[in-house]
């Protein structure tokens, strides 16, 4: 079992706003602005869409955004393309011996 | 270009050794940590622990702990992941990945594969 919720899958069909959400506790997501959010492609390596809550490394669309309400982060993407069909996860901080704790991973499908 | 190199793949048998690497370029090793996550065929990222190369400093998750070994050689920019005793359980896809003090893993390895088989 995952410390972090997310959903098993998630769709939307191209140009629509699909939004994942990731559910921890006080301990990790609600105790530290230190959410990120990974894109894996099957067979890759993942890669970090968003770091902080909501900043984007350099080379991230802006079509992806973060944000974070007490215990719930959460992962939009907007004007879904589809490229953007991969596993997502979400991670929080927690402690430096929980430096990053997982989320279960949500399958994004672009209809 | 920022890189991190890891090696390939191993085929093991229960209760062998192994040491795997990964090997930074294209930036100075040790102003990054090393992060090592475990990924189970078809299951999610599980974050193992980290290691800072300048000093050699660790951080093992709890649930990993006593079963693995974080090292880095700063002299090459190399960090490894070693079993003394591996298990069958220990079959998974193994990243190395780079972050700052602060979390988000930024710099991926290409991932290596370790299948413990009798």
């Known amino acids: 079992q995952s410390a972090l919720t997310q959903p098993p899958s998630a769709s939307g069909s191209p140009g629509q706003s699909v939004t994942i959400s990731c559910t921890g506790t006080?301990?990790?997501?609600?105790?530290?602005?230190?959410v990120s959010w990974y894109q894996q492609h099957p067979g890759k390596a993942p890669k970090l869409m968003i770091y902080?809550?909501?900043k984007r490394p350099s080379g991230v669309p802006d079509r992806f955004s973060g944000s974070k309400s007490g215990n719930t982060a959460s992962l939009t993407v907007s004007g879904l393309q589809a490229e953007d069909e991969a596993d997502y996860y979400c991670?929080?901080?927690?402690?430096?011996?929980?430096?990053?704790?997982f989320g279960g991973g949500t399958k994004l499908t672009v209809l | 270009e920022v890189q991190l190199v890891q090696s390939g793949a191993e085929v093991k048998k229960p209760g062998e050794s192994l040491r795997i690497s990964c090997k930074g370029s294209?930036?100075?090793?040790?102003?990054?940590?090393i992060n090592w996550v475990r990924q189970i065929p078809g299951k999610g990222l599980e974050w193992m622990g980290r290691?800072?190369?300048?000093?050699?400093?660790?951080n093992y998750s709890p649930s990993f702990q006593g079963h693995v070994t974080i090292s880095a050689d700063k002299s090459i920019s190399t960090a490894y992941l070693q079993w003394s005793s591996l298990k069958a359980s220990d079959t998974a896809i193994y990243y190395c990945?780079?972050?700052?003090?602060?979390?988000?893993?930024?710099?991926w390895g290409q991932g290596t594969t370790v299948t413990v088989s009798s």
């Open positions: 902080d809550v909501s």
């Open positions: 290691i800072d190369p300048s000093d050699s400093y660790i």
């Open positions: 990945a780079r972050s700052e003090q602060q979390p988000g893993l930024g710099v």
């Open positions: 006080s301990s990790d997501v609600g105790g530290y602005n230190y």
């Open positions: 294209g930036y100075s090793f040790t102003n990054y940590w």
């Open positions: 991670s929080s901080y927690a402690g430096n011996y929980n430096f990053e704790v």
